[in-house]
């Protein structure tokens, strides 16, 4: 396979009007609307490094490429991809960039958006579309890359990626915080920790759902990672003792903390002003309902609620209604139960501007149809 | 020597008269605020770039959000185009307008609120970013993209550029720093985009907004994420007797994996003409490169991270590498890279600078590469750019009433152009493409992709009456290939065409 020959397919699809489901690595087909298709535009084969110049900083790989893969493509010349969402490193970058997905080091190292230079996509008539470049600043023409993040496939198949690395860390430590017992306890040492000068490559706090399953123990924890130059981190973990309760834990933790996600049923993100999300932050992971796993950023301002079960499935809405309902947030379902859809969330491009842009890209509807909510 | 590229693409109705339009708008922001008479407009003509030069119809400034939306709404109802401008200081001629109105936002300049907890800003679009900067410093704050023009520039003039600026390096550019911001379409419609709480789904229509060069309406307001004042700043000095030699000191420091806040290029002409200027700031005379580099972070990490650069330095040749003692000095090496381009103004009344990326490796070569073509030109090119990211400057002082030199520089420029493109480089970093840039769009993007730029540009404003004629050619847009009107009428300019201008001040 190749551009081209993506492109002469949606070319077919698009005179034939045949709606299709696009998928890779298929670890992501659960998420989002129903999508109603006849057909699957598989970019499975379309794996791969296109162009690495580690001392640039910067690969450029197809759209299929598995995260698992670009790891291991950049850890040989210690780099790395700050891109860590929730599930397995199965997961294509592909999908990745087309639902914008981020995990804890997006409060460090920005979300898809930031880490995107570049990217190659065809769009719903069949033609191949480059955005962007490969190099790491550009404002060269109306910005598609932007565009093409987060529109979950519904305005051109990505065939083509290029992102910014980094350098891998002389130090990566991680680290288990104790809470405390009380809300209020919890709450003043969320706030000591906020604003103490420290800069985690990631900092999450998780429910006791998430404890126990990460065998951390049977109370709500926090778990925070530094990374730098050595003595950068000894010095971050310094301060971070002098104002927590901590215990250096195995940095594998976050692999498995992104793992719970992958046979889940319902996912769904809640994001507020951060302090909000501080003072809401113990109530919050108090509230242990079995077979859900709470996750916060506090700094960048996201409750994660993943329900593995049916029974964490029909509560899961409720904890985000009852989050709604006190602080004025953003809700995003990323998964759910197909039945529960219609009941939870309206189109997220039913605004005339979405809709213009959609009409224009696909005009046929025949990319993922239906898959951010229904056009008018 | 005026081209009607900007008129171009909107069809021509029966618009009112110049006067009957000044009183219209007279009404609604004053007729203090309605500028008409040629010689009134005159230093609206051109943009930080000044080898453009183009006579606006009119100029309006709404003093207020409720003011500048009915300037729009009624040149929406009139069909009439205009061009969004903040402090004039874009090194594209992206703000110019030809024969239409001029839409000013600088008076819209109020910092309606700042909310420290949560480290963000809501400001008008004229706020200029230094004083947003020195609004939140006494809470330990900072507004990171600081763009070169920062004591002048408006925040809507950066969303609408996506400025950059040394800092970008480490923290990013404009669209990394924008949350949410309230626009009027050219219609007169008014559009949230993005959010002011927390993160949406659904199409990033922000994104998509920032950077579209007064295309896509105007910002009535933004709001943007502060950032904390980093715990320790250290910024180094290292001068080298080789332009290749700091060159390659570049490219090793990127490729160490360490991120410096800022690492910037200044070759020996760009010392020497800074050093005989006002903004003196103690560089060595007679080095041939200078590197400025500055670390930022948590104390301990920076301490080491500086000895990572010295010795990467020295190891490539470095002759001194000498660390700021206190802020007065980091103040003075930072002054004289950021005046840089007014110092040259003291070697020709006119400046031609380019905002080229390449990729960090090409480094070295595309500098050799530059110094031939400047000598096959007999043209003094100063480089003085944003080494970290690749985004090169070069910039040629000259005399535009010399035919022949500007035909040389003209020619200089080009090639130099094509040599970074060819690199794999990108034509413009952080400047904008606005009419400077836009002969050269086709040769980095297809047919197809420019097609699609123009499909967004239609959704945002399907008449293309705020700012005609930028960006994208014209004939690039497939729904108007069939127009032979607008054929006919589109005329591109040149790139770096040639006119007598004013001295870069």
């Not at chain 1, 104790?178 to 490559?201: C, D, M, N, W, Y």
């Not at chain 2, 119809?57 to 009915?70: C, K, M, N, Q």
């Not at chain 2, 020619?411 to 009419?435: P, W």
Request: glycine letters at 10%; proline letters at 6%; one cysteine or more.
């Amino acid at each position: 396979m190749s551009t081209a020959s993506i492109a002469a397919s949606i070319k077919e699809s698009f005179a034939a009007r045949t709606p299709l489901r696009i998928a890779a690595g298929g670890s992501w087909l659960e998420a989002g609307r129903p999508v109603r298709a006849e057909r699957t535009l598989s970019l499975r084969e379309e794996s791969g490094v296109t162009a690495y110049v580690p001392a640039d900083l910067t690969i450029t790989v197809r759209g299929g490429t598995r995260l698992s893969e670009i790891e291991a493509a950049t850890r040989e010349t210690k780099q790395w991809l700050p891109l860590d969402p929730f599930g397995s490193g199965d997961g294509t970058i592909g999908a990745t960039i087309a639902t914008a997905s981020a995990g804890p080091l997006s409060s460090n190292f920005g979300l898809p958006r930031d880490l995107v230079l570049g990217l190659e996509f065809v769009n719903g008539r069949g033609e191949i579309v480059r955005a962007g470049g490969k190099v790491v600043k550009n404002v060269a023409g109306f910005d598609l890359s932007r565009l093409l993040t987060g529109s979950w496939g519904s305005l051109g198949v990505i065939t083509e990626v290029t992102l910014r690395l980094y350098g891998s860390p002389e130090a990566d430590r991680t680290f288990v915080i104790h809470l405390g017992e009380s809300e209020k306890q919890i709450t003043s040492l969320l706030r000591a920790l906020v604003a103490a000068p420290l800069s985690p490559f990631a900092f999450v706090l998780v429910s006791a759902s998430v404890s126990r399953a990460l065998h951390l123990g049977e109370d709500p924890v926090g778990l925070i990672r530094f990374g730098g130059n050595s003595a950068a981190v000894k010095a971050q973990a310094g301060g971070l003792a002098q104002i927590a309760n901590t215990e250096e834990i195995d940095s594998t933790n976050w692999q498995s903390l992104r793992e719970i996600e992958a046979g889940s049923h319902t996912s769904l993100r809640i994001s507020g002003l951060p302090q909000r999300i501080v003072a809401a932050a113990a109530r919050i992971l108090s509230d242990d309902v079995r077979g859900v796993f709470t996750s916060i950023d506090p700094r960048r301002g996201v409750i994660r609620v993943v329900a593995g079960s049916a029974e964490g499935t029909a509560s899961s809405p409720e904890i985000a209604a009852g989050i709604e309902r006190t602080d004025s947030s953003e809700l995003v379902f990323e998964k759910l139960p197909a039945d529960l859809w219609p009941t939870v969330s309206p189109s997220v491009v039913a605004d005339p501007l979405s809709q213009g842009i959609k009409k224009a890209y696909d005009p046929h509807n025949i990319l993922n149809p239906g898959i951010l909510g229904d056009l008018n | 020597m005026t081209q009607p590229a900007n008129r171009a693409e909107s069809s021509p109705v029966e618009s009112p008269s110049k006067s009957d339009l000044a009183a219209v708008l007279a009404e609604i922001v004053g007729a203090r605020h309605v500028l008409s008479r040629p010689s009134e407009l005159l230093v609206y003509n051109s943009d930080g770039l000044p080898g453009y030069r183009r006579q606006p119809r009119l100029a309006v400034f709404p003093g207020t959000r409720d003011e500048a939306i009915a300037v729009v709404r009624l040149l929406a109802a009139e069909k009439i185009p205009f061009v969004p401008r903040g402090a004039g200081t874009g090194l594209s001629g992206g703000a110019l307008a030809d024969d239409i109105v001029v839409v000013g936002l600088h008076r819209l300049k109020k910092i309606i609120s700042v909310d420290v907890e949560n480290r963000r800003a809501l400001v008008e679009p004229g706020v200029v970013n230094l004083k947003l900067n020195r609004h939140v410093a006494a809470q330990g704050l900072l507004y990171a993209p600081d763009p070169s023009s920062e004591s002048a520039c408006t925040i809507g003039g950066n969303v609408a550029e996506n400025a950059g600026g040394p800092h970008c390096l480490k923290y990013g550019v404009t669209l990394n720093h924008v949350l949410a911001l309230t626009v009027v379409l050219p219609s007169g419609e008014i559009v949230e985009l993005g959010s002011k709480v927390g993160e949406k789904d659904g199409y990033d229509l922000r994104g998509a907004f920032i950077g579209s060069e007064g295309c896509f309406g105007l910002a009535l307001d933004v709001t943007v994420k502060l950032t904390p004042k980093p715990q320790t700043v250290r910024t180094i000095l290292a001068d080298f007797m080789s332009v290749n030699e700091a060159a390659q000191v570049t490219s090793a420091v990127i490729a160490s994996g360490i991120v410096p806040a800022a690492l910037e290029f200044m070759d020996g002409p760009t010392i020497r003409v800074v050093e005989d200027s006002i903004y003196a700031a103690g560089y060595p005379r007679d080095a041939e490169a200078i590197l400025l580099i500055e670390l930022d972070g948590p104390e301990a990490g920076v301490i080491a991270d500086l000895e990572t650069v010295r010795r990467i330095c020295t190891s490539g040749g470095a002759r001194n590498v000498r660390v700021a003692r206190d802020d007065a000095e980091r103040m003075k090496l930072w002054q004289g890279r950021k005046k840089a381009f007014g110092a040259m103004g003291r070697l020709a009344p006119h400046l031609i600078v380019q905002d080229a990326v390449i990729p960090r490796t090409k480094l070295p070569e595309i500098l050799e590469t530059i110094h031939r073509i400047s000598e096959k030109y007999r043209v003094l090119v100063c480089n003085v750019f944003h080494a970290g990211d690749g985004n090169l400057h070069p910039n040629i002082a000259y005399s535009a009433d010399d035919p022949d030199e500007s035909e040389r520089v003209h020619k200089a420029m080009r090639e130099i152009m094509q040599s970074c493109i060819d690199a794999g480089g990108s034509i413009t970093g952080e400047h904008g493409v606005g009419l400077d840039k836009m002969g050269y769009m086709e040769s980095i993007f297809s047919e197809t992709s420019l097609n699609a730029m123009c499909e967004l540009r239609s959704v945002f404003d399907p008449e293309r009456r705020s700012n005609p004629g930028k960006v994208v050619p014209v004939h690039s847009c497939r729904e108007w290939q069939g127009v032979p009107a607008v054929r006919r009428a589109e005329k591109q300019p040149t790139p770096l065409e040639a006119e007598p201008s004013r001295p870069v001040a």
